[in-house]
C-alpha cells in the first residue's frame, strides 16, 4: 500500500466537539481534521473498541437496562462479559488475519484494574446510588433541551450553536435548579502529579459552557468519574476564561473558510495519536530532524526511510533494518504488517503506531527510540495491534 497524499487544504467546520478542540489546542489542523469526513486516517487501536463497550456497559447501567437476575456486581459483570463476546465477534469479522480479544489487550494486571475501574462504575449506577429517570425511547437521541427538571440521562446530545459546539455527554444529572454533568473514563485521566489532565478540564469546561447555553439560571458541576469521582471547577472566571480562549480558537477559524493546511498544523505534542499525521506534510517534515536529537515533545512511534535489509522468519513475520530519514539506521522487529507484502532492499517505507522497549527520556526530553517491534517475541500481550505500511517501491516516484 502506497503513502497516500499529503493533504494540501482543508475546509472548516461549522461546529466542533469539545472533545475535538480541547485535543486540537496545540495543533489547530487536528481539531479541523477531526471534524471532516473523508480524510485518510490511521487505523483506530482496539482499545477504541474497549473503551465502546465500557461506555455501552455505563450507559445500560444508568438507563437500567441491564437485566436483573441477582446482585449489582453480578449483573454488571455478565453484561461486560456478553458485550465483550460481542465486541469480539465483530472485530473478528473486520480484522485481517488473527483478530484481537479485548480481554487480552493488556497484560493481567492493567486488565484487571481496567475492568475493577468500569464494573465499580456500572454497579454504582445500577444500584441506584444515582438516581435515574426515563430516557427517550430505544433508537431515539436524547436533547439537552427537552430533559424534564429531575433524573438522570446518558448519552445526551447537547448544542449550543452560538459557540459553534456540539457533543455527545455520558450523563447529565437535573435536580430542580443544579446540573451535573459527568464525564465517565476507563483511561487515564490525572497526571503524574494527580491533577486532571488538562485537556480533560477543558473538555469539561466547555461542556459547562454549552450547559449554560441551554439551562442559563442553573447551578453547574462538572466531574470526571473514573472510578473516583473528581470535580473539575466551573467557577464564573473559570467560565470567563474556557469563553475567551474558545472565542480565540474560533477566530481563527471561520465557518466554512478554507485554509491551506500547514497554515494551521503545529508539529509537537499534538501529533502523539493524530490519526491523520501520515498526511500531514508538516509532521512529515518536522519529525526526521526532531529523531536525532533529545526533542521537548513526546513524539509517536513512527519512522520511515530506505529499507537496507530484510530477515524473513518461517511464521511469515518480518524484521527490517532501515535507514531512516533522520540518517539514522535504526531496526524494526516482528512485522504482522508486511507479512504478504514482497518489499526488497531499497524500497522506501513508512510505518505508523509501533512499539518500543528503548528508554525514551524522562518528563523533560525525549529520545526517539532505534529499536521498534510490532510483536514483541517473549510478551503475547505486547503487540502494535494498529501498526500501518506503506511501501514505495524501488523506480516509483517517492510520494512524500
Same mark, same amino acid.
Given at each position: 500500500?502506497?503513502?497516500?497524499?499529503?493533504?494540501? =487544504? *482543508?475546509?472548516?467546520? &461549522? &461546529?466542533?466537539?469539545?472533545?475535538?478542540?480541547?485535543?486540537?489546542?496545540? *495543533?489547530?489542523?487536528?481539531?479541523?481534521?477531526?471534524?471532516?469526513?473523508? $480524510?485518510?486516517?490511521?487505523? @483506530?487501536?482496539?482499545?477504541?473498541?474497549?473503551?465502546?463497550?465500557?461506555?455501552?456497559?455505563?450507559?445500560?447501567?444508568?438507563?437500567?437496562?441491564?437485566?436483573?437476575?441477582?446482585?449489582?456486581?453480578?449483573?454488571? =459483570?455478565? &453484561?461486560?462479559?456478553? %458485550?465483550?463476546?460481542?465486541?469480539? @465477534?465483530?472485530?473478528a469479522t473486520m480484522w485481517p488475519g488473527d483478530s484481537p480479544r479485548l480481554r487480552g489487550l493488556f497484560p493481567p494486571l492493567i486488565w484487571r484494574r481496567k475492568r475493577r475501574v468500569v464494573l465499580d462504575l456500572a454497579e454504582k449506577y445500577l444500584s441506584g446510588t444515582v438516581p435515574s429517570a426515563p430516557g427517550a425511547p430505544q433508537g431515539r437521541t436524547r436533547n439537552a433541551r427537552g430533559l424534564p427538571a429531575n433524573g438522570s440521562w446518558s448519552e445526551v446530545f447537547i448544542e449550543a450553536r452560538? !459557540?459553534?459546539?456540539?457533543?455527545?455527554?455520558? !450523563?447529565?444529572?437535573?435536580?430542580?435548579?443544579? $446540573?451535573?454533568?459527568?464525564? %465517565?473514563?476507563?483511561?487515564? $485521566? $490525572?497526571?503524574?502529579?494527580?491533577?486532571?489532565?488538562?485537556?480533560?478540564?477543558r473538555q469539561l469546561r466547555l461542556y459547562g459552557a454549552m450547559a449554560r447555553d441551554v439551562w442559563p439560571t442553573a447551578a453547574i458541576s462538572l466531574v470526571v468519574d473514573h472510578g473516583v469521582e473528581r470535580e473539575v471547577g466551573f467557577s464564573r472566571e473559570q467560565e470567563a476564561d474556557v469563553r475567551a480562549w474558545l472565542r480565540g480558537v474560533l477566530e481563527r477559524l471561520p465557518p466554512d473558510s478554507d485554509f491551506a493546511a500547514e497554515l494551521l498544523a503545529t508539529p509537537g505534542d499534538a501529533c502523539e495519536g493524530c490519526a491523520h499525521r501520515h498526511v500531514c506534510s508538516a509532521y512529515l517534515r518536522w519529525a526526521p530532524a526532531s529523531?536525532? #536529537?533529545? @526533542?521537548?515533545?513526546?513524539?509517536? %512511534?513512527?519512522?520511515?526511510?530506505?529499507?537496507?535489509?530484510?530477515?524473513?522468519?518461517?511464521?511469515?513475520? #518480518?524484521? %527490517?533494518?532501515?535507514?531512516?530519514?533522520?540518517?539514522?539506521?535504526?531496526?524494526?522487529?516482528?512485522?504482522? @504488517?508486511?507479512?504478504?507484502?514482497?518489499?526488497?532492499?531499497?524500497?522506501?517505507?513508512?510505518?505508523?503506531?509501533?512499539?518500543?522497549?528503548?528508554?525514551?527520556?524522562?518528563?523533560?526530553?525525549?529520545?526517539?527510540?532505534?529499536?521498534?517491534?510490532? *510483536?514483541?517475541?517473549?510478551d503475547p500481550f505486547v503487540r502494535a495491534w494498529t501498526v500501518q505500511a506503506f511501501v514505495c517501491r524501488v523506480g516509483v516516484s517517492n510520494p512524500v
Open positions: 500500500m502506497q503513502l497516500p497524499e499529503p493533504l494540501t =487544504r *482543508c475546509v472548516v467546520p &461549522a &461546529a466542533f466537539s469539545p472533545s475535538q478542540l480541547a485535543l486540537g489546542e496545540e *495543533c489547530l489542523l487536528r481539531a479541523v481534521l477531526a471534524s471532516v469526513r473523508d $480524510v485518510p486516517k490511521l487505523a @483506530a487501536h482496539p482499545a477504541a473498541a474497549l473503551g465502546g463497550v465500557f461506555h455501552k456497559l455505563l450507559e445500560l447501567a444508568v438507563r437500567g437496562d441491564i437485566p436483573r437476575e441477582g446482585s449489582a456486581s453480578d449483573d454488571a =459483570r455478565a &453484561a461486560l462479559d456478553r %458485550l465483550l463476546d460481542e465486541e469480539d @465477534a465483530r472485530l452560538s !459557540l459553534r459546539l456540539h457533543g455527545r455527554v455520558d !450523563l447529565i444529572q437535573r435536580t430542580g435548579g443544579d $446540573v451535573v454533568i459527568r464525564d %465517565l473514563k476507563t483511561g487515564r $485521566v $490525572v497526571t503524574t502529579d494527580g491533577d486532571i489532565l488538562p485537556h480533560i478540564e529523531w536525532r #536529537v533529545d @526533542a521537548r515533545s513526546r513524539m509517536p %512511534l513512527d519512522v520511515w526511510g530506505e529499507i537496507i535489509g530484510i530477515v524473513a522468519h518461517p511464521d511469515g513475520l #518480518v524484521d %527490517l533494518t532501515i535507514n531512516d530519514a533522520g540518517g539514522r539506521t535504526i531496526k524494526v522487529f516482528g512485522l504482522v @504488517a508486511l507479512r504478504d507484502e514482497a518489499v526488497r532492499p531499497g524500497d522506501a517505507i513508512w510505518l505508523f503506531s509501533l512499539r518500543t522497549r528503548d528508554k525514551r527520556g524522562g518528563p523533560e526530553f525525549w529520545r526517539q527510540p532505534h529499536n521498534f517491534f510490532e *510483536c514483541a517475541d517473549d
